[in-house]
């Protein structure tokens, strides 16, 4: 059975005659500023500590920043955002001095050059629609929020070595959300909102945050022996079931009913199929009943009506969008620029039954893919769907890598692949091609197969094997 070791190799030699004085120095500023400030001082305190841990250790800074990318959407945190900006800053630093200072970092422009081509070809494609974009300057800063997303991809697949590195990940990914979920849930308490949002994304952004942790804790509870952890996973994926359900966002609906079956379909067979079975039963029965029984009646009627009647106008936005795209089909509008078009695009005689929201609002396309169709043209979406197809197929290919051989990973990889297939399935519902969830998770899933790799070479485990000590680690 093949074991994690721990990557030491990612600590760089450090000149210890620095660390007293600098240590000392960074005490009496904290000091100071705890006394003046003590917000700040926490903000300095936490940043420090990133800033060591990143650079100690790639794969354990990435985790930290996945945290922060769930929590700069929780409404309390009024400067979450620019802290988990700084924090991506200190990331690409530290996974740029390790390119400098390595030679045995894994790249993918090295290990998967088409898909590197890909990634690449889109940020400049995003980049280059500024020379025909309405407003230029909204062109550069979309294609460089793109670009970082991008970004993130390449410096996730060298920090990503290990399998426990993945375990973390995906791990922080989960209790950010459950944090977040709780946050919000606590303002929807004291708010009287009818459906959860965050401060920096719409409900539809919330609940495809939340949809992937439910199924990766899902799939944690029915494959964890021991019940600490298994408790601890079922209330995970309870509570970011509810949130989902109270954001009332029919994309996060729509990627749950495809996870729940590609979920029995992927899951395999024997006790975990069989729990799946019993948790989409389950599921499926809390939906119904939370929305028949006791949801606010405006979100009821808000799922029950995917037409303008519903009153989201999205509808609205769509046949606009594909207005767009059937006059720029290879160009599309310019990276960002829908909301710049869309004013004159309804202008026309198409049926809008919401012309408020195309006129006065402005609001995005709430669909990823026709987004990127009408901003970038047919050629940003091929570049796109290629990174989509290569994700998918890379998580299949690092699953099978480890069949039979590890049953813990087996079954994190698992509920990846379905949470990946859901995820993926609410965007029809939400604009969020420059959201960072999307750009990490798709990092990952690329990084899988050079992970997973040497499982191959490791002897099936018979399928009444006991799980073992080795395989928990």
Known sequence: MATDTVGHHDAPAWNVGYVPPLAAFTCVVIGGLAAVQPPAALALVLGIGFLFVTFRNLAAGLALFTALVSLDQIPALEASLTFAKLAGGVLAVAWGAQLMRRHDLRLLIRDRPVVTIAAVGLALWAASSSLWAIDEDVALSSAFRLAQGLLLVFIIYSALREPRHVRWVLGTYVGGAVITALFALGSAATGGLTRLSGENANPNELAALFLPGVVLSVFAALGERRPLLRWAASGAATILLVALLL???????????????????????????????????????????????????????????????????????????????????????????????????????????????????????????????SELGAVGLALFLFLVVAALASTIAGLRAVVRRSEQLELLLRGFLVGLLGLFASYVFASAEYRKPLWLLLGVALALPAITGRYRNEPLVPPDAQLTSRDLR
Do not use: C, M
């Open 247 to 373: 954001t009332g966002s029919r994309g996060g609906l729509l990627g749950l009913a495809v996870a729940l079956v590609a979920g029995i379909v992927v899951a395999g067979a024997g006790r975990v199929r069989f729990g799946l079975v019993a948790v989409t039963l389950v599921i499926g029965g809390s939906v119904v009943v939370y929305y028949a029984a006791f949801a606010p009646a405006e979100q009821a009627d808000r799922v029950a009506a995917i037409s303008d009647d519903g009153g989201s106008g999205r509808t609205d936005l769509w046949r606009v969008a594909s207005e767009v795209a059937s006059d720029r089909p290879l160009t599309g509008v310019g990276a960002g620029n829908f909301r710049e078009a869309e004013a004159r695009y309804a202008a026309r005689e198409i049926d809008i039954a919401r012309i408020d929201l195309v006129l006065d609002e402005s609001k995005v396309v709430h669909n990823t893919y026709l987004s990127i169709l």
